[in-house]
């Protein structure tokens, strides 16, 4: 006597191996909608990263505190001259600080800027210089770097 069924082992073996696909397929699709954020490789050390959130951060504070961009000018000095707002501050301070933070995370440092006082400092020619003292802390998961800066901000009266 002859037995017939011999292919349905294959059926059966072919079903589990499509059944297996679709599981896979289903399990990648929902890993890929995790919301995570995967950060840029650091391509330099933490501390040129630190020399460049140090000088950036007052270039971003003088261009923070004007409100528009026809409010600055080249002195006959051929020197940035910002005319604005000195009231604005420290909400400007705020924004620069989150503003950089974000940019910072993204390589995944994470930055820590505290203002410690703001002062009116002196006044040349027509301009307002405000002096702003700040401690930055910047992170990348093993090491910290931290100094006090003091910012002079140029605000024509």
């Given amino acids: 006597m002859r037995r017939k069924d011999n292919g349905q082992m294959i059926i059966l073996m072919g079903i589990i191996i499509a059944l297996s696909v679709f599981a896979i397929s289903s399990l990648s699709a929902d890993i890929i909608n995790i919301d995570t954020t995967i950060t840029?490789?650091?391509?330099?050390?933490?501390?040129?990263e630190f020399a460049y959130v140090k000088?950036?951060?007052g270039k971003a504070m003088n261009y923070n505190i004007v409100n528009n961009l026809s409010n600055i000018k080249i002195d006959e000095n051929n020197t940035l001259v910002f005319k604005g707002?000195?009231?604005?501050?420290?909400e400007n301070f705020t924004k620069t600080r989150d503003q950089l933070y974000t940019l910072e995370l993204q390589y995944g440092n994470i930055l820590d800027v505290k203002l410690n006082k703001c002062w009116?400092?002196?006044r040349v020619d027509k301009n307002n210089i405000?002096?702003?003292e700040v401690t930055?802390?910047?992170?990348?998961g093993?090491?910290?770097i931290t100094e006090d800066v003091t910012y002079?901000?140029?605000?024509?009266?």
């Fill in 142 to 144: 093993s090491t910290y």
């Fill in 40 to 48: 840029i490789e650091r391509s330099t050390s933490l501390l040129s």
């Fill in 55 to 57: 000088e950036t951060f």
């Fill in 152 to 157: 002079s901000i140029t605000c024509e009266t």
């Fill in 85 to 90: 707002n000195p009231d604005g501050i420290t």
């Fill in 120 to 122: 009116y400092s002196n």
């Fill in 136 to 140: 930055i802390t910047l992170y990348d």
């Fill in 130 to 132: 405000y002096k702003l």
